[in-house]
């Protein structure tokens, strides 16, 4: 089973369960449509940091407070902005199955999920090597809502990015990103290599979630 399978299963809830063989042939039923409908995009941009008392930070283009990501960024000089589309065709085809084929729309927003994270640790790889020639590392990147760093952040953050004109990410009122598989984030720059490469469920305190990635 490949590993982006197996992150769609992990999204559909099975946590440790296997899925049956109808579900894994609708799961890759999904990615094959999925790959055609979506247009993957995706833009970064650096600038200074400086970390502020009371987990307090400038981020040269708007101002945060949150103690997890001053935590995250600690060693820091500087941070790259990022945000990363699958685009309005993968919301289109989600909502297309939404009203013909309720399970089908199902797997497909696991797929999308997936399939986003993919993408963004693809293009976060090929940023790292760029600064890595440069002897700088990376933090792992870090998102709004993600902790105590809120997602009021989102407007500025898309702001400075200009998401909207350069990958067609837009913002609702309630600071919920059109398209819908989109995702934003802080990552930190720095001179100084830290073992700091856990993410996502394996830094998340949440222990009995049913999507937690677990290992097998």
Known sequence: MGANIEETIRYLGYGRHQADEQTLELVRSCWEELEGAAVKRSCFREYPL???DGG???????R???????KNLRDCQAVILFAATLGVQADSLIRKYTRLQMSRA??????AAAMLEDYCDQVNGEIRQEYGKKGLYLRPRFSPGYGDFSLECQPALLGALEAAKRIGIT???AFLMAP??????VIGVSHVERA???KGCEACPKRDCVYRRVSL
């Open 56 to 62: 307090k930070l400038d981020l040269g283009c708007f």
């Open 180 to 185: 819908s598989k989109s995702v934003t984030a």
């Open 64 to 70: 945060a407070s949150s103690r997890d990501l001053s």
């Open 171 to 173: 913002l609702t009122d």
């Open 196 to 198: 700091c490469a856990i």
């Open 50 to 52: 400086r970390c502020l």
């Open 106 to 111: 199902v797997v497909l927003q696991a797929a």
